[in-house]
């Protein structure tokens, strides 16, 4: 229980852990709560994130918005539920692939008709629904609308130069040697493709890193590592809210396009990442000219799993399974 009576729940996708606090029957904590409870629910923890699940009406919605104030008029759309996710800092961030999957699960367990449309996004400043839900497999799925251009507040346009629709070739600055020290070494430049899909993503390609890139999986989590605290800590000019970094080390659509990933927020590599998975997808597609309608992704914290990506209606489906872990005394 949280600590105004909120049940708390621990879930996992694929190795990334998730605290859930249920604010859907009775009231969610009081606005001004929420970034201490979630700094300290996750340092007692050591959990990834914490997701707010909770009712979306228009009181809920003004609710946080004298609190923050996030909009300049509420959002138009109120649908069934808001997802709301809270990293260690206390800060809200926009959104979370897996967060949306694992919420869908919850629900089935509470027994609520599925699917429903959610809210998410919530510190933008136009918050979109997502629909969710789960198929006879017991999987959770959600479906978002098509990838955009990360956008300008997010990542400066002088580091990229665009590839399509929605997709942009990054070339920055990559980490000095004293950042390295005896560790990997990294090119001059860096190179990878940024994607917005609920948040917002480099696509690092290990094939256009030839030689750069360990071979062992312990040495990858220290170069991934680095590189993330460089893009998230050291490069705030041009990222200022931070990114996410999805490592594409090989694999095929039918096998698994295999990927490591190190969250902004979380600050760190976690197991696996819903709108990172969709990013890697986007970017493979957009890139090797194929159009198929389905790939599978594989995170480092799947084993032989993982999530299957698919098109259809307007936008994308991302389909995974989430894992019930208990519940948590906060």
Known sequence: MSEDGNPVERWSVYGNDLLFLDALTSPAPAEELLPGLAQRILAATGSDSLILLQSCTRASLQAINDAWS??????????????????????????????????????????????????????????????????????????????????????????????CSALDRFRGIAPSGEDVGDGPAFPPELSGYLVLTGEPHLVILAREWDGLIPDQPVDVGRWLDRLGRHLNYDSRAVFPKGVNIDLVLGGTPEEGLRYRCFERGVNRETGACGTGALAVAHAWRELSCVGCDAIRVQPHGAGNGGYIVRWADGGMRLCGKPLFLGRVVA
């Open 70 to 163: 996030y909009w300049t008029a509420l959002p138009s759309a109120v649908p069934d539920v808001m997802v709301r996710i809270f990293e260690r800092d206390g800060s809200e961030s926009l959104s979370c692939g897996n967060g949306l999957l694992s919420a869908a699960s919850l629900m089935l367990d509470r027994g609520i008709p599925l699917p429903v449309f959610a809210l998410t996004g919530l510190p933008s400043t136009d918050p979109w629904t997502v629909e969710v839900g789960t198929d006879r497999l017991g999987r959770a799925w959600l479906k978002s609308a098509h990838p955009r251009r990360v956008p300008v507040a997010l990542a400066d346009p002088v580091f990229r130069t665009p590839v």
